[in-house]
């Protein structure tokens, strides 16, 4: 199998968004199609390289012929390929659902600003170079802001000003950190960076480490990086919103855990990431717990379905990034699953959500009440993605989030602490999750303004399926999360791969 | 074998989801035919003491998940006995839920329960029986508020302690996962673990011991987590209520006998650490948890004017007397605990049937508000009419075999103080039961209530059949002793020595047989005595309250007459300068939370120009932290 084709995975998306404008004079129903068509394409072949990955080992896709570390490379790895195929399968998803939706004014468009921000998404997961890594993650910052501002209301300008002005500052500082790296070392190229990381003084790299930090914890939605969070999420369509979370998301976490583990990580299968005074480590940990804990909270008194997922979708990349912050092997391995549930799980509750919206014509949870006894079958779904979210025995999130606590509980120290304060914030999603359910169960009468749409429930369906299936035989997947919690946890297949030498010190 | 029986429930709850609201009784007969199905199964059983299965299911990083199932006396007995009684109460399901509205989604999920229950009693590691915790309490809590305004407000209470119990155990779970020896969910290995643990650092065991007592005592709603019974049991369905009350509220202490207590008996034989009358301390002060919960819940219940409220009081209280006896680690104890959670399964199965029986033909739950139902409604009221007795401890009715036990075995161990609390809220008992008994089914009728039937048929057979066990358990209660002499035995114990009549302890011995004979026999004569009596005469219910006055020239009504509201006000102010409310607290920190979630998304919506500050300075900071020195 030569895997230098697994470029198509940003070619085909970028051709088509491209394209879209064109198609889109022809019919806008047209343009959503080929969209759905780009993305499933994207699914279905990076599904195969990661099974192909899985049996053959890790690989590399070489841009122009030229070698790394002089030229760009992406990574194929059970990792990397995991995550491009998820962030794929959450656009696809999108698209499919939005086949069957009602058509907006410059629907074209929007399609090309999903195509553009899921490629986005996807590269800056599989790249192997640095500055290819921050010029994906402009796009994709870029492609959010369109996302958020399309649909147009008072809310979703504050929220994508917001959310750009972040992000700005964000990518600006990613820069610095590059540019740190770059002079030091003289490369940029990953798998180099992080084979010569020793080599960099130690102030020098706690503050490569912390631009990165500020940069990527934005998009990883991050406290106290994720402020524009719940003003992007409102402002946005809710189906959007499964993008924002289950793309950009998953994508900036997956940077994160990349950058800190394979690139900053000092010693070889035991990441402790001490530079100076800085142990980041903890620094991680905090912030994980952190966010965690005001998301959570800050949930429980919301009434807009969307930002209550919003804040809820926080609070799952803070038990994300407490697992990198443990960074043993079954912390890895909890994180990285749990990043998976993540996106699946909240796509199909925003999906779900955004049906509900339709139907119901508002997003506010006490004029929902009363949904579910019309509409049973979508409140039961959404119930199948709130019970993954929560971590309910039999469904996705709980074989994660066991794994993240027995990490935690491993590690013992103050760690025990921390995972005492995630369980506790996990009290109240249990219960601001279940008060939705409840009232969507309500007695009420209430009046159904439109009717749902096949694709949609297709769409939830779909997450549905997968939610259940991990659930109930979680071992389909541990073979894939096993390598790749192991390639995180030691970086010395990365290097070797993308080099061609085993050499580490 | 089990996972196949449990597999079945997920056939017969998507059977009963899509039969739909047209065809409410196949719903409900199907679940009757699949508790039938389970009681046969888990009876035939019997003696397979050996019995294991295994199934893995998940593997990664190190550890490995199993599902396993396997078969001791005291799960056999457990499993058995709940079931039996979710059959008795399932009968009575099928032609209540026909009038009701929203029992579609109520049994679906409880047929799901009915599964996760006997999943809870055969689970043979800490993953499995986590599951089915888990699956019980969301199960539970829909069945509790199937979207209805009260029963939300009052079910948050149960599932939020439940949940926090649950995340404790979760942690003291992979805790000793991490015990050295252990690296598996085996409920016995870690039993002995927990016991050297102690030996070593009785502060890590006595932690991990706190955090499982968290999971299993929220559930029992032991002080302090005593609430949310009143709340939970009072506004869930009335026919699920006999179920909460009389069988859930039992998983605690069934965590109690699988895993506490023998990790306290080991530590009593190694002899390490001060023990008070061969009691380690611990355990010592979980018995007086358990007396207070007892004597809390019986206060509780006596100045409640709810019928449902105080019937749930009296199982917080029922639950304190259960811990107590438990917690004495004795045999004597051990068998009167069990032997009390088998009773009173039973008769507060009863008691709630009874109730659900009133509020199915009255719709009030106010006592005061009822009376004179004995004769409308005769087979409810013999029904509760042995409950109360069997729950005050009166012979010849069940409760009375037990409650004998757990006094014996307190004052063998020599605890006076610990039988003084227990005598008190028994004495308590007798207080809020007769209450009830009056305000309910004696007294004077109201006219609204004159057009009153006894229910339906199918409704009575339960609470024959309840009768009936309820007497055959006080006058022969070697039946159930035997298994649970088993279970004692299997514990590493002596079992206390009983014949099918006769129960031994050290001080005394008693025969119920002879007991129930004479109480019998003191009925007979008392009939005996009215058949030969003097001729009498009939008066008509309102007759005999007003001494031959006129009520209407002191402007009084016929519905005035019951006195039963207020019925224990001198008792309530002798106590009512005790502010001390756990509700309350519960609420207070529930309102706390909400302020702090305020100020959080009062951050998150701030302008941008705030938030960007919020941003940078925090970089700032960080750069600085790290730069100093």
Same mark, same amino acid.
């Given at each position: 199998?030569?895997?230098?084709?697994?470029?198509?995975?940003?070619?085909?998306?970028?051709?088509?968004?491209?394209?879209?404008?064109?198609?889109?004079?022809?019919?806008?129903?047209?343009?959503?199609?080929?969209?759905?068509?780009? #993305?499933?394409?994207?699914?279905?072949?990076?599904?195969?390289?990661?099974?192909?990955?899985?049996?053959?080992?890790?690989?590399?896709?070489?841009?122009?012929?030229?070698?790394?570390?002089?030229?760009?490379?992406?990574?194929?790895?059970?990792?990397?390929?995991?995550?491009?195929?998820?962030?794929?399968?959450?656009?696809?998803?999108?698209?499919?659902?939005?086949?069957?939706?009602?058509?907006?004014?410059?629907?074209?468009?929007?399609?090309?600003?999903?195509?553009?921000?899921?490629?986005?998404?996807?590269?800056?997961?599989?790249?192997?170079?640095?500055?290819?890594?921050?010029? @994906?993650?402009?796009?994709?910052?870029?492609?959010?802001?369109?996302?958020?501002?399309?649909?147009?209301?008072?809310?979703?300008?504050?929220?994508?000003?917001?959310?750009?002005?972040?992000?700005?500052?964000?990518?600006?500082?990613?820069?610095?950190?590059?540019?740190?790296?770059?002079?030091?070392?003289?490369?940029? +190229?990953?798998?180099?960076?992080?084979?010569? /990381?020793?080599?960099?003084?130690?102030?020098?790299?706690?503050?490569?480490?912390?631009?990165?930090?500020?940069?990527?914890?934005?998009?990883?939605?991050?406290?106290?990086?994720?402020?524009?969070?719940?003003?992007?999420?409102?402002?946005?369509?809710?189906?959007?919103?499964?993008?924002?979370?289950?793309?950009?998301?998953?994508?900036?976490?997956?940077?994160?855990?990349?950058?800190?583990?394979?690139?900053?990580?000092?010693?070889?299968?035991?990441? /402790?990431?001490?530079?100076?005074?800085?142990?980041?480590?903890?620094?991680?940990?905090?912030?994980?717990?952190?966010?965690?804990?005001?998301?959570?909270?800050?949930?429980?008194?919301?009434?807009?379905?969307?930002?209550?997922?919003?804040? &809820?979708?926080?609070?799952? *990349?803070?038990?994300?990034?407490?697992?990198?912050?443990?960074? $043993?092997?079954?912390?890895?391995?909890?994180? /990285?699953?749990?990043?998976?549930?993540?996106?699946?799980?909240?796509?199909?509750?925003?999906?779900?959500?955004?049906?509900?919206?339709?139907?119901?014509?508002?997003?506010?949870?006490?004029?929902?009440?009363?949904?579910?006894?019309?509409?049973?079958?979508?409140?039961?779904?959404?119930?199948?993605?709130?019970?993954?979210?929560?971590?309910?025995?039999?469904?996705?999130?709980?074989?994660?989030?066991?794994?993240?606590?027995?990490?935690?509980?491993?590690?013992?120290?103050?760690? @025990?602490?921390?995972?005492?304060?995630?369980?506790?914030?996990?009290?109240?999603?249990?219960?601001?999750?279940?008060?939705?359910?409840?009232?969507?169960?309500?007695? /009420?009468?209430?009046?159904?303004?439109?009717?749902?749409?096949?694709?949609?429930?297709?769409?939830? %369906?779909?997450?549905?399926?997968?939610?259940?299936?991990?659930?109930?035989? =979680?071992?389909?997947?541990?073979?894939?999360?096993?390598?790749?919690?192991?390639?995180?946890?030691?970086?010395?297949?990365?290097?070797?791969?993308?080099?061609?030498?085993?050499?580490?010190? | 074998?089990?996972?196949?029986?449990?597999?079945?429930?997920?056939?017969?709850?998507?059977?009963?989801?899509?039969?739909?609201?047209?065809?409410?009784?196949?719903?409900?007969?199907?679940?009757?035919?699949?508790?039938?199905?389970?009681?046969? *199964?888990?009876?035939?059983?019997?003696?397979?003491?050996?019995?294991?299965?295994?199934?893995?299911?998940? &593997?990664?990083?190190?550890?490995? @998940?199993?599902?396993?199932?396997?078969?001791?006396?005291?799960?056999?007995?457990?499993?058995?006995?709940?079931?039996?009684?979710?059959?008795?109460?399932?009968?009575?399901?099928?032609?209540? +839920?026909?009038?009701?509205?929203?029992?579609?989604?109520?049994?679906?999920?409880?047929?799901?329960?009915?599964?996760?229950?006997?999943?809870?009693?055969?689970?043979?590691?800490?993953?499995?029986?986590?599951?089915?915790?888990?699956?019980?309490?969301?199960?539970?809590?829909?069945?509790?508020?199937?979207?209805?305004? +009260?029963?939300?407000?009052?079910?948050?209470?149960?599932?939020?302690?439940?949940?926090?119990?649950?995340?404790?155990?979760?942690?003291?779970?992979?805790?000793?996962?991490?015990?050295?020896?252990?690296?598996?969910?085996?409920?016995?290995?870690?039993?002995?673990?927990?016991?050297?643990?102690?030996?070593?650092?009785?502060?890590?065991?006595?932690?991990?011991?706190?955090?499982?007592?968290?999971?299993?005592?929220?559930?029992?709603?032991?002080?302090?987590?005593?609430?949310?019974?009143?709340?939970?049991?009072?506004?869930?369905?009335?026919?699920?209520?006999?179920?909460?009350?009389?069988?859930?509220?039992?998983?605690?202490?069934?965590?109690?006998?699988?895993?506490?207590?023998?990790?306290?008996?080991?530590?009593?034989?190694?002899?390490?650490?001060?023990?008070?009358?061969?009691?380690?301390?611990?355990?010592?002060?979980?018995?007086?948890?358990?007396?207070?919960?007892?004597?809390?819940?019986?206060?509780?219940?006596?100045?409640?004017?709810?019928?449902?409220?105080?019937?749930?009081?009296?199982?917080?209280?029922?639950?304190?007397?259960?811990?107590?006896?438990?917690?004495?680690?004795?045999?004597?104890?051990?068998?009167?605990?069990?032997?009390?959670?088998?009773?009173?399964?039973?008769?507060?199965?009863?008691?709630?049937?009874?109730?659900?029986?009133?509020?199915?033909?009255?719709?009030?739950?106010?006592?005061?508000?009822?009376?004179?139902?004995?004769?409308?409604?005769?087979?409810?009221?013999?029904?509760?009419?042995?409950?109360?007795?069997?729950?005050?401890?009166?012979?010849?009715?069940?409760?009375?075999?037990?409650?004998?036990?757990?006094?014996?075995?307190?004052?063998?161990?020599?605890?006076?103080?610990?039988?003084?609390?227990?005598?008190?809220?028994?004495?308590?008992?007798?207080?809020?039961?007769?209450?009830? #008994?009056?305000?309910?089914?004696?007294?004077?009728? =109201?006219?609204?209530?004159?057009?009153?039937?006894?229910?339906?048929?199918?409704?009575?057979?339960?609470?024959?059949?309840?009768?009936?066990?309820?007497?055959?358990?006080?006058? %022969?209660?070697?039946?159930?002793?035997?298994?649970?002499?088993?279970?004692?035995?299997?514990?590493?114990? $002596?079992?206390?020595?009983?014949?099918?009549?006769?129960?031994?302890?050290?001080?005394?011995?008693?025969?119920?047989?002879?007991?129930?004979?004479?109480?019998?026999?003191?009925?007979?004569?008392?009939?005996?005595?009215?058949?030969?009596?003097?001729?009498?005469?009939?008066?008509?219910?309102?007759?005999?309250?007003?001494?031959?006055?006129?009520?209407?020239?002191?402007?009084?009504?016929?519905? *005035?007459?019951?006195?039963?509201?207020?019925?224990?006000?001198? @008792?309530?102010?002798?106590?009512?300068?005790?502010?001390?409310?756990?509700?309350?607290?519960?609420?207070?920190?529930?309102?706390?939370?909400?302020?702090?979630?305020?100020?959080?998304?009062?951050?998150?919506?701030? =302008?941008?120009?705030?938030?960007?500050?919020?941003?940078?300075?925090?970089?700032?900071?960080?750069?600085?932290?790290?730069?100093?020195?």
């Amino acid at each position: 199998m030569n895997t230098n084709y697994a470029l198509l995975l940003v070619g085909i998306p970028l051709t088509t968004a491209f394209l879209l404008p064109i198609v889109g004079l022809a019919g806008k129903k047209l343009a959503r199609w080929i969209a759905f068509a780009a #993305l499933a394409f994207n699914f279905v072949y990076s599904l195969g390289l990661l099974l192909y990955v899985n049996s053959a080992g890790p690989a590399v896709a070489v841009i122009g012929n030229w070698k790394p570390p002089f030229g760009i490379n992406f990574y194929l790895s059970p990792l990397s390929l995991f995550f491009a195929t998820t962030i794929y399968f959450v656009g696809m998803i999108v698209a499919l659902y939005r086949i069957g939706a009602e058509t907006i004014p410059g629907d074209e468009k929007l399609s090309t600003a999903i195509l553009l921000t899921v490629m986005a998404a996807g590269a800056v997961v599989l790249t192997g170079d640095i500055f290819n890594m921050f010029v @994906f993650l402009e796009i994709l910052s870029i492609g959010t802001v369109i996302l958020v501002a399309s649909r147009g209301a008072g809310i979703s300008f504050r929220g994508a000003f917001k959310y750009i002005v972040f992000a700005g500052i964000g990518t600006g500082a990613l820069l610095f950190a590059i540019g740190f790296a770059y002079g030091t070392l003289g490369t940029l +190229n990953m798998a180099e960076i992080g084979l010569r /990381v020793t080599e960099i003084n130690f102030a020098v790299a706690g503050f490569i480490a912390l631009m990165f930090a500020a940069g990527l914890l934005v998009e990883a939605e991050i406290f106290p990086f994720n402020l524009w969070l719940p003003d992007a999420y409102e402002g946005s369509f809710a189906h959007i919103n499964a993008l924002l979370s289950g793309v950009v998301g998953t994508a900036g976490v997956y940077a994160t855990a990349r950058i800190f583990l394979t690139l900053l990580g000092i010693k070889v299968s035991d990441y /402790v990431m001490f530079y100076g005074k800085f142990n980041f480590n903890n620094i991680l940990i905090v912030l994980g717990v952190l966010t965690v804990l005001l998301g959570e909270i800050a949930a429980l008194t919301q009434k807009n379905i969307k930002k209550i997922l919003a804040y &809820s979708s926080a609070a799952q *990349m803070g038990i994300v990034l407490f697992a990198i912050g443990i960074g $043993t092997h079954t912390a890895l391995a909890g994180g /990285v699953f749990h990043l998976f549930n993540h996106a699946v799980s909240k796509a199909l509750l925003f999906v779900a959500a955004s049906m509900m919206i339709h139907k119901a014509g508002t997003a506010d949870i006490d004029e929902l009440a009363g949904l579910g006894r019309k509409s049973r079958t979508l409140a039961l779904l959404f119930g199948v993605g709130a019970f993954g979210v929560i971590g309910i025995p039999m469904f996705n999130g709980f074989w994660s989030k066991m794994y993240v606590v027995k990490a935690a509980v491993e590690r013992g120290g103050w760690n @025990f602490l921390a995972v005492a304060v995630i369980l506790g914030a996990a009290l109240a999603e249990v219960f601001y999750y279940f008060r939705i359910l409840f009232k969507l169960f309500n007695p /009420v009468d209430i009046e159904i303004k439109n009717r749902g749409n096949l694709a949609g429930y297709l769409a939830i %369906f779909a997450l549905a399926a997968v939610i259940l299936w991990v659930g109930i035989n =979680p071992s389909g997947l541990g073979g894939i999360i096993n390598s790749a919690a192991g390639e995180l946890f030691d970086k010395s297949t990365y290097i070797s791969t993308v080099l061609g030498t085993g050499v580490l010190q | 074998m089990i996972l196949n029986w449990l597999t079945v429930s997920l056939g017969v709850a998507l059977v009963a989801l899509f039969v739909g609201k047209r065809a409410k009784i196949i719903r409900w007969t199907l679940f009757a035919l699949y508790l039938t199905f389970l009681s046969w *199964m888990l009876w035939t059983t019997y003696g397979m003491w050996d019995y294991r299965e295994l199934y893995p299911i998940f &593997s990664l990083a190190g550890v490995n @998940f199993y599902l396993s199932f396997s078969i001791t006396p005291l799960r056999w007995f457990f499993a058995l006995f709940t079931t039996v009684i979710n059959l008795v109460i399932a009968i009575f399901s099928i032609r209540k +839920n026909l009038e009701e509205n929203d029992e579609l989604g109520i049994g679906t999920l409880w047929i799901l329960l009915a599964a996760s229950n006997l999943m809870i009693f055969v689970a043979n590691d800490w993953i499995t029986l986590f599951i089915a915790w888990e699956i019980m309490t969301w199960t539970s809590y829909f069945i509790i508020t199937p979207g209805w305004k +009260n029963s939300f407000r009052a079910a948050n209470y149960y599932f939020l302690l439940s949940m926090f119990g649950a995340y404790s155990m979760l942690i003291a779970i992979w805790w000793m996962h991490a015990l050295p020896g252990v690296n598996s969910f085996d409920i016995s290995a870690t039993i002995s673990a927990v016991a050297e643990l102690w030996v070593k650092s009785p502060f890590k065991a006595g932690m991990i011991l706190a955090l499982v007592l968290a999971g299993f005592l929220s559930k029992s709603a032991v002080f302090p987590f005593h609430p949310w019974p009143a709340e939970a049991h009072a506004e869930a369905p009335d026919d699920f209520s006999p179920y909460l009350s009389g069988i859930m509220i039992k998983y605690g202490l069934y965590g109690v006998v699988l895993f506490v207590a023998p990790v306290f008996i080991k530590i009593a034989h190694s002899e390490t650490g001060s023990t008070i009358n061969g009691v380690p301390v611990y355990s010592y002060i979980l018995a007086w948890i358990g007396a207070i919960t007892a004597v809390v819940g019986t206060y509780r219940a006596i100045i409640e004017n709810d019928m449902k409220r105080l019937a749930a009081w009296s199982t917080v209280a029922n639950v304190g007397y259960i811990a107590t006896a438990l917690f004495i680690l004795t045999p004597l104890g051990i068998t009167g605990g069990i032997f009390h959670i088998f009773n009173h399964a039973i008769f507060k199965g009863m008691i709630f049937l009874a109730l659900a029986a009133v509020k199915f033909r009255t719709h009030e739950r106010q006592m005061h508000r009822l009376g004179g139902l004995a004769y409308k409604m005769p087979i409810t009221f013999l029904t509760f009419l042995t409950g109360i007795i069997a729950a005050a401890g009166i012979p010849p009715m069940n409760g009375y075999a037990s409650k004998w036990l757990i006094y014996q075995a307190l004052l063998v161990s020599k605890f006076p103080f610990l039988t003084l609390m227990i005598f008190v809220a028994s004495t308590g008992a007798f207080m809020y039961l007769f209450r009830a #008994l009056h305000s309910i089914f004696l007294g004077q009728l =109201p006219e609204r209530l004159s057009d009153v039937k006894e229910v339906p048929i199918i409704m009575q057979i339960p609470m024959i059949i309840g009768i009936l066990t309820m007497m055959f358990f006080g006058v %022969f209660p070697g039946y159930a002793l035997k298994p649970i002499g088993e279970i004692v035995s299997s514990m590493g114990l $002596t079992p206390i020595r009983t014949t099918p009549t006769t129960m031994f302890s050290v001080l005394s011995v008693v025969d119920a047989t002879k007991v129930g004979g004479m109480f019998g026999l003191s009925f007979l004569i008392a009939f005996v005595l009215f058949l030969v009596g003097k001729k009498r005469r009939y008066v008509d219910m309102l007759d005999n309250y007003t001494a031959g006055q006129n009520p209407k020239d002191f402007g009084l009504t016929t519905e *005035m007459y019951h006195f039963a509201y207020k019925f224990y006000e001198p @008792f309530a102010n002798m106590f009512s300068n005790i502010k001390i409310n756990f509700k309350k607290m519960y609420d207070v920190i529930a309102k706390d939370f909400n302020l702090f979630g305020e100020w959080i998304s009062s951050l998150f919506d701030s =302008p941008t120009i705030v938030s960007t500050m919020v941003f940078v300075g925090t970089i700032v900071i960080l750069i600085i932290a790290g730069w100093s020195g």
